[in-house]
């Protein structure tokens, strides 16, 4: 898998290059902005791109506003966002541009090499990757409302494994449970959630993540 | 001459009015004279407005800057009874005459295009009274000089007249130049005045409307009695026309008479001010009722604060310059120990009504001294207020920079530090050196988690970049607690989405932590400039912003950026919270 960086900082960004190149990756371009990485991109395109959110020059939202330039010339790029802050708006926003092969997971995510890895995997395969903190976050706050609390407790490790992007299989392999159970669950999630069913993994993703977000 | 203070006749009998009034008698009776025999009337009219324009004219002349003004109104006088030696026929005293009729048009329509001004306004005014006076002069020299009688006519008796010495094809020619001249000139009159009319400002304005009425008036019957007169048959019909224009002639007097006694009204709007600034009034009110009696509505009032050394305005604010560099009428007003108390601002034109100026500030003294300690109140709390909007952003920018420098500095070194630790993690084959890695990650997670929470709670990033209602939806997906959120899509000031930010936050904070809520609502909207912020819990009451809490540092925060803040908190019944934060 060949995968291209942009941090603002050359420390972090260095100690990210060789996290990845220890778990197989080649890393094909380092940038400290988001025009570089832009060029570097055009200059020899990689399977992914692992980006920040906050770089220069605006130190606001560069990180998505490269994010949906790249992903609206190079189709097949997968695009992995790195946030100091998990915020849902900039996940909601991130994903509205188009959920498939994207990702946004909190800079944390680095202390486990093999979690990183297990992300970018995901992308690069066309597969949806939210992080399980900010998912976390919004399903305990979901948890005070009526709407989830119909659910049973496997339904919401169902809704939470959704949520974070998983598809059928891996929400399977995850709980222990048959293909066709994980079905079974995922429709009486949608039911009792009201929202309507959705075969396209990617999809589904935004779906439930902006019904978590509606308080 | 006696000063009569601010207008005409203060009511005394003085030297000057007296001799003015002798003068115009004995002129009136020289020059009336012959004609009372043939036309008892048009003698008597003739005499009246002969005493009336020289006295008239020796009254103005006691106004301050109106001396020109006057003695040129009774020099109109003089030269219209003087168009009546013809009827001496005499040779001198009919050349005189033939002078007069060109004179007393020309000198009055001077003193009415130029009052109450000194000079006239322009090279227009100028460039008409010298054609109106060669125009007139050439017509009746040159009627003179055909052997007409033009000056005056036949009246009791034919004038003397030199032996003719143009032809009466001249006549012809004289008398086309005579109505298209009376045509043109009477229009060039009427345009002047309109727009003379139209220029004037406030008092000036209130003063002018008599004397334009009689300057139309004496205009209509000086066109008519030349009009009338080419068209009379008779010598007895163009006697009754002399007498209607005789009459009308009155009305430039009279006119002026009339603006003297508006002169005096406005006088005794200024004694209102006197009698409505009595008691303690409010600044903007005493400069109300100066504009009102000054009829200037760009009047401003400046007061002196002591304290600041500086003139500060009806608001509050210093004044941005100088005062008076603008070249309206600067008015210092001392107060009773004779320390410098305000200064008046007003309109340029109010310069010639200098003393009413003066009457009116010195009327409304008392209430501006009160007026002052007000402003220098208001100096304060203004100054107050701009220090502690000033603090409040200092700590918010340095907030910010915290923020930034937490975020590109620490966090990005200790989570290249969690990288490195997980390589030494995966290089070691030790069980006790991997525990003890383990444990140090672990340590540095809480770290790097703890950096966050506090970098965060000083300034979100979010509330910069996406606005109040993304960050709000943060906060309240962090909370333990539902929160309905109300918060319209858009943007508003920096200082205005901070202060509601922080507040939601804190009131938020304190309905999960204190109050034991299990919901809350924020409602945010805008109206008239002002962002209207509520945040409502159903927990146990009973906050008190006065028991040194975060609420008191809530009241400080939105007092801060000029906004006002309401705590509603009744024991068991739940807390609201109501701020109003000018956004504009």
Known sequence: MRVALADDSALFRSGLAGLLTATGVEVTALAGSGDELLAAVAADLPDAVVLDLRMPPTYTDEGLVVAERLRARYAELAVLVLSTYAESAYAARLLRSGARSVGYLLKDRVEDSAALHDALVRVVAGETVVDPELVVRLLRRQRTTSAVDQLTAREREVLQLMAEGRSNARIGRELYLSPKTVETHIAAVFAKLGLPPSSDDNRRVLAVLTWLRAA | ?584
């Not at chain 2, 003379?196 to 209130?206: E, Q, S, T, Y």
């Not at chain 2, 009428?329 to 310069?351: I, M, Y």
């Not at chain 2, 924020?522 to 809490?549: F, I, W």
């Open chain 2, 1 to 584: 001459m006696a000063s009569g203070g601010g207008g005409y006749g203060g009511g005394a009998v003085s030297v000057g009015r007296l001799g003015a009034l002798l003068a115009g008698l004995v002129l009136a009776v020289v020059t009336q004279w012959p004609v009372w025999a043939a036309a008892p009337a048009l003698a008597l009219v003739n005499g009246v407005g002969t005493v009336a324009f020289v006295v008239t004219g020796a009254l103005l002349a006691e106004h301050r800057g109106q001396r020109a003004n006057g003695r040129l109104l009774a020099l109109t006088g003089v030269a219209w009874s003087g168009v009546w030696l013809d009827a001496w026929q005499s040779p001198l005293l009919s050349v005189v005459a033939l002078v007069c009729p060109a004179l007393y048009v020309t000198a009055g329509a001077t003193v009415l295009l130029r009052y109450p001004a000194a000079r006239l306004p322009g090279a227009a005014q100028r460039a008409f009274v010298v054609t109106l006076f060669v125009w007139l002069q050439a017509v009746f020299v040159g009627s003179a000089l055909t052997g007409g009688v033009e000056a005056l006519g036949a009246l009791g008796g034919r004038p003397w007249r030199p032996a003719p010495v143009l032809g009466p094809e001249s006549a012809a020619v004289l008398a086309t130049v005579d109505r298209v001249g009376a045509v043109l000139l009477g229009t060039a009159f009427v345009v002047l005045l309109a727009r003379k009319v139209r220029r004037a400002r406030g008092l000036d304005r209130g003063e002018l409307v008599p004397v334009v009425v009689g300057a139309v008036a004496a205009g209509v019957a000086l066109g008519s009695f030349r009009i009338g007169r080419a068209l009379a048959g008779s010598e007895e019909s163009v006697t009754a026309l002399r007498l209607v224009h005789a009459v009308a002639l009155l009305a430039i007097p009279l006119a002026f008479a009339a603006a003297a006694l508006r002169r005096r009204l406005e006088r005794g709007a200024v004694a209102d001010v006197v009698v409505g600034l009595s008691g303690v009034a409010p600044l903007d009110q005493v400069r109300e009722r100066l504009r009102r009696a000054l009829r200037d509505p760009g009047l401003e009032v400046l007061y002196w604060v002591p304290d600041e050394r500086a003139w500060v305005g009806t608001d509050g604010r210093p004044a941005d310059e100088p005062p008076g560099g603008d070249g309206r009428l600067v008015v210092p007003v001392t107060a009773g120990d004779g320390d410098r108390l305000a200064l008046v601002l007003a309109d340029p034109s109010l310069r010639r009504h200098g003393r009413l100026v003066e009457a009116a500030v010195s009327a409304a003294g008392l209430a501006l001294e009160n007026a002052r300690l007000q402003a220098g109140i208001r100096a304060q709390l203004e100054q107050v207020r701009a220090s502690r909007a000033r603090i409040v952003e200092a700590g918010l920018a340095e907030r910010r920079r915290l923020e930034r420098d937490l975020h590109d500095g620490a966090q990005q070194r200790l989570l290249a530090l969690t990288i490195q630790l997980g390589a030494v993690r995966t290089a070691v084959a030790d069980e006790a050196t991997k525990e003890l890695v383990d444990a140090a990650r672990a340590d540095l997670r809480c770290a790097v988690e703890e950096l966050r929470d506090l970098a965060r709670g000083l300034h979100p990033p979010l509330l910069g970049q996406a606005g109040l209602g993304p960050a709000l939806e943060s906060v309240a997906e962090r909370l333990p607690l539902p929160v309905r959120l109300d918060v319209p899509d858009r943007r508003w000031s920096v200082a205005a989405e901070t202060a509601a930010y922080f507040l939601v936050c804190e009131a938020l904070t304190n309905a999960a932590k204190h109050a034991g809520a299990t919901s809350a609502r924020v409602l945010v909207d805008e109206a008239g400039g002002r962002l209207r912020v509520e945040v409502a819990d159903d927990g146990v009451g009973g906050a008190d912003p006065a028991g040194g809490s975060g609420l008191t540092g809530l009241v400080d925060r939105i007092g801060a950026v000029g906004g006002a803040l309401r705590i509603s908190s009744p024991p068991g019944a739940g807390t609201r919270i109501t701020a109003e934060i000018p956004c504009g």
